[in-house]
């Protein structure tokens, strides 16, 4: 006896987050292995000065692209095969933004850091900025194909040989942080090779789309391709989303290396790199599985764009609640046994810290109402509202308290962010109400 359409949907649907979910689970601790064994053999200034370069390349990756890949979700959720019309806009606009990018990073090593080993980190790993692009795009076409299984694989190569880079320092210790500065690039260098048979075939509308029926090959309508200009105004809300996001999640770090020094920077590092691992479960349910479909639902089955709007609030509010139990409980005794004595500082770091799953959850959540149609802009609001309160709250703590500054500057950014959020999704609804009593008139 076949099972009922809907619980056989829902049950495809439990069985690939799981799947997500175990390969996100081991892209982490990858990540974690190696945040490890390079605490350990660089020790905390090193490792401070290494890290906060890599967050530095890493807030400026997502100028490269400026949201492409998020606005590529919408529009094929929207037009289905015809979004292939925005393809060669996309080509010009993904060139000139990636050599952007890379300038920024150039320039900042020249000029803003000092000349010591953070410069030769910053232009060492200038090349991240691409290999995070190459995975983006092809974890996109790959989402677009309900390909999960393979994005999951994809989105676990650099962390992989990230922590090879790692046992290698591990077994030969007169390696030195340059040593890594150059692996991380290298691999960077090495991953964009391996993507190129995919993006070729993204550039060429080779994309087995899923969820649109098969593809309709009659001629194009009369409507004209549109241009760099047309895609900038549909695209500049997930730009500026994905460019401010590092910043409001990354400033800490950095900041702290310069106002601070490399050490307080390394220890809130650790922090950082234990939330980050965290953050990975709303980001796999909802940026690498739902995303696509919460476009299509919104667009062609708002019932159940909203079914599982509602559901999914209530279900992250309470997983946000059970990880944060979970980091007070076994933070104090895990981190000392995987980074070593050094770092216990970070164990108070992470009390603080342990305030934000719930609330990063529950803004995930809501904030997926803000991913459809043309209503990013709020999103975008309360990102740039967020991202202004972690740059002040970080100024104005870190000098009086430190690295504990820093993380309750986290803390209050995170609850600017969920608090814009929602205030973003309430204009959403009153616009969606009254747009539809205008309609019913």
């Known amino acids: 006896m076949t099972a009922p359409a809907g619980v056989a949907a829902w049950r495809r649907a439990a069985m690939t987050v799981s799947m997500l979910g175990v390969a996100t689970a081991a892209g982490a601790v990858m990540v974690f292995l190696t945040q490890a064994l390079l605490a350990r053999q660089l020790g905390p200034t090193d490792y401070g000065l290494f890290a906060s370069s890599l967050v530095t390349v890493t807030m400026i990756a997502p100028l490269a692209g400026f949201g492409l890949t998020q606005f590529r979700l919408k529009v094929y959720g929207v037009e289905g095969w015809a979004a292939h019309r925005w393809l060669a806009p996309s080509l010009r606009f993904t060139l000139v933004t990636s050599l952007l990018a890379i300038a920024i990073v150039v320039a900042w090593a020249l000029t803003i850091a000092p000349p010591d080993d953070t410069r030769f980190s910053l232009l060492a790993l200038t090349p991240v900025v691409l290999g995070i692009l190459a995975v983006n795009l092809v974890s996109n076409k790959l989402r677009l194909e309900d390909r999960y299984g393979r994005m999951a694989l994809t989105q676990m190569v650099i962390p992989g040989s990230r922590l090879l880079a790692a046992i290698a320092l591990f077994l030969v210790p007169q390696l030195t942080g340059r040593f890594v500065a150059l692996s991380y ?3 960077s260098l090495l991953v964009v090779l391996w993507s190129i048979p995919q993006m070729r075939a993204m550039v060429r509308g080779e994309i087995d789309l899923k969820g649109h029926g098969p593809r309709d090959e009659a001629p194009a309508s009369a409507v ?38 490399d050490t307080q920077a390394g220890m809130y590092a650790i ?6 691992a965290i953050y990975l479960i709303p980001a796999t349910i909802y940026q690498k599985f739902l995303l696509g479909k919460l476009h299509r639902w919104a667009a062609h ?17 309470g997983l946000g ?16 046994l995987i980074f070593g004595g050094e770092y216990r500082r970070v164990v108070t770091i992470l009390m603080v810290l342990a305030l934000c799953p719930p ?3 529950l803004s995930t959540a809501l904030g997926s109402a803000l991913l459809t149609e043309n209503h990013m802009r709020f999103r975008v609001y309360a990102m740039a509202l967020a991202t202004f309160a972690a740059i002040a709250g970080n100024i104005l703590l870190i000098p009086v308290l430190g690295d504990l500054g820093a993380a309750w500057a986290t803390v209050a950014a995170e609850t600017v962010l969920l ?10 609804t009153r616009i969606q109400r009254a747009d539809a009593n205008s309609a019913s008139r």
Do not use: E, H
Not at 305 to 317: C, D, I, K
Not at 419 to 428: A, D, E, H, I
């Open 185 to 187: 690039g290298a691999i």
């Open 224 to 261: 004209a391709d549109p241009g760099v200009g047309a895609l900038w105004s549909q695209a500049w809300a997930y730009g500026v989303y994905a460019v401010l996001y590092p910043v409001f999640f990354q400033i800490s770090t950095i900041l702290l290396k310069y106002i601070q020094g």
């Open 271 to 276: 922090a950082m790199a234990v939330m980050t």
């Open 301 to 317: 089955d708002k019932p159940k764009f909203q079914l599982v709007y509602r559901r999914g609030n209530v279900a992250m509010l």
């Open 321 to 336: 609640l059970a990880v944060s139990a979970g980091l007070v409980l076994l933070g104090p005794w895990l981190i000392p």
């Open 359 to 361: 609330i990063r959850f």
């Open 419 to 428: 608090l814009g959020t929602c205030y973003g999704v309430r204009r959403f």
